[in-house]
């Protein structure tokens, strides 16, 4: 049985092992600082297909497959799949699920989904109701921008504050026993919107749920960033990085010294033109299974803190002067279980 | 610790207990045979709100708010909620939990998504993660037709087979311990898409995906429709009501002596037209708070299963000439737990 920790944290008792992830991208990302690290890399971001949402579908499929592949399974053998996106009705997970006949569970959490599907999962298997679940998420350039923003063919100009959706997704495979990266402990955000209204400034409507996510768990379990080696914020971006960090100062925590983003992490700012920096479920979810995850299965990363955050409106809310609500989702991930 | 009985079944080991429910509704839902039932009719439905969506987040607000008090406790007790909606992005339960400050999982089921978030809130609390948990969805007539349909200022013609989207929200508050009634088993759905393409035929499209849970879930625990007082899918309407009953009978069972459905239970044929009947994540969750969980609680009922579905396609995907794959998620109710 798991516990909580504080107000807020999971603590698992028998953490689940991360058996195996994948993480697919296109050319973009391809072309990025961690291009070399995806299992595989479209050269066309079509996919072959002949819609942007058929492609995002083929990228969310290919990214479990792979985690199938390397884990030496196959569908048959998962007993819960959480899957999510940004499209409308999360259709990429919908068609890109429909033929593993496995059960499902559809998510939304904007770019949090990674972690939220993670915690959901690592849930499933600490309640003994399966051995074997999948997180994954995909987000695609193009099947945002159309639904979001504008038409592709319009071209129209972006803010400098904006962030771009990554052509990209991941899968990660948990069992209930392995030889890790092991899942330890969790914190499920809560819905915080400060009141910034910007949809080309997702990052600073993301930040402060960042900030109120970490620091619950900072208090829940009295830990601080010095005991991890990172703390790796989703889609944050540039503008959000630097408000988290700003935020944790007022609280007298350097969390600056170990805190990186996957936004940040994903393109290269020098060659690679995307503004603050990637974003999209995608996103996260990918860093995570080609740079975060592989660091921590050959140990040179013991302790992480991996907190995808997401922005939870639509164009809709927007155009009727909302807000724009954010959430972040926690999750603790340790190399060895001797360490906790 | 659950287990799994059979392939897909969930049993739980300590069945969590339902400790509150609560239904809201509009004024056609008001005027409905379940109309003296809701907890509260809205006589206006804007609900006094700027917009639809902002009616719709009021809505399922107020469903939680008077489960929460039906419970006689507050929403600080409540360790996590699972809530979507039909909405892009799901802004009704975004929106309308911003200000809850509890962990927040989104969910999307189309409309099947309360007896998601049902079987995610008892596995958090078999795993002992939470103690109390909330499950709620809600759909608005308004919200819907404009955002899948047509403006509603159009007027358009719907077709005989088409179902119509309630105005409604239902709320569920699971705890660990408790009087009952009891969730004692779950079947969560794969996605099933056996090829329909009629946006204006839903029922059709989602009865595969009610029969192959229901199917599983009796192949796994050697149960039969007899041993159930009532078997109630959600919003397949009539004509999805027939097919499962169609579908079962080729399977030499009778389940049309045990089956009813929440899109048939929740309008007046006679004098409500509403074509093929009711349908929207509010109309199961509505009909389960308002007629079925009240039956339970004062043993009117024994045992019940209780199977939204959900359709999960968007308009890109329909418009891509896609078909649209269903999903059904079920959960077993049972007024004692002796019984067992």
Redesign the interface.
């Known amino acids: 049985?798991?516990?909580?920790e504080g107000k807020?944290t999971?603590k698992f008792?028998a953490p689940p092992s991360i058996a195996a992830f994948a993480a697919v991208g296109g050319k973009k990302e391809g072309k990025g600082p961690l291009g070399g690290c995806f299992d595989f890399v479209y050269q066309d971001d079509s996919l072959g297909q002949?819609?942007w949402?058929?492609a995002e579908v083929a990228l969310q499929k290919e990214a479990l497959q792979r985690s199938l592949d390397k884990a030496g399974t196959s569908k048959g053998e998962v007993?819960?799949i959480f899957a999510?996106d940004?499209?409308?009705?999360?259709?990429a997970s919908?068609?890109g699920?429909?033929e593993?006949?496995?059960?499902?569970?559809?998510?939304?959490?904007?770019c949090s989904t990674m972690s939220?599907g993670m915690?959901?999962a690592a849930?499933?298997i600490?309640?003994?109701?399966?051995r074997r679940a999948a997180a994954l998420a995909s987000s695609h350039f193009c099947t945002a921008e159309r639904?979001f923003r504008m038409p592709l063919e319009y071209g129209g100009q972006r803010a400098p504050s904006a962030q771009w959706t990554a052509t990209a997704a991941g899968a990660v495979l948990l069992e209930a026993c392995g030889k890790g990266p092991y899942l330890t402990r969790a914190?499920?955000?809560?819905?915080?919107?400060f009141g910034v209204r910007d949809m080309g400034n997702m990052g600073a409507a993301m930040a402060p749920a960042a900030f109120c996510t970490l620091f619950d768990f900072f208090s829940d379990t009295g830990s601080r960033p010095e005991e991890y080696d990172r703390i790796i914020s989703g889609d944050l971006g540039r503008i959000g990085s630097e408000i988290l960090c700003e935020l944790f100062e007022k609280e007298g925590v350097n969390l600056a010294q170990k805190h990186s983003d996957c936004g940040c992490l994903l393109y290269d700012p020098a060659t690679q033109d995307v503004h603050a920096g990637g974003s999209g479920c995608g996103c996260s979810a990918a860093v995570l299974c080609c740079d975060i995850l592989p660091k921590l299965k050959d140990k040179r990363l013991g302790r992480v803190l991996f907190m995808p955050t997401g922005a939870?409106?639509?164009?809709?809310?927007i155009q009727?002067g909302?807000s724009i609500?954010g959430?972040a989702h926690l999750v603790e991930l340790r190399a060895y279980l001797e360490e906790s």
């Open positions: 049985m798991g516990r909580r807020k999971l008792d002949s819609s949402e058929r007993d819960m999510g940004l499209t409308n009705q999360c259709i919908a068609y699920q429909r593993t006949d496995r059960p499902f569970f559809g998510l939304y959490g904007a939220e915690i959901l849930m499933a600490e309640s003994g109701l399966a639904q914190c499920a955000g809560s819905i915080v919107d939870l409106m639509n164009n809709t809310a009727q909302e609500p959430i």
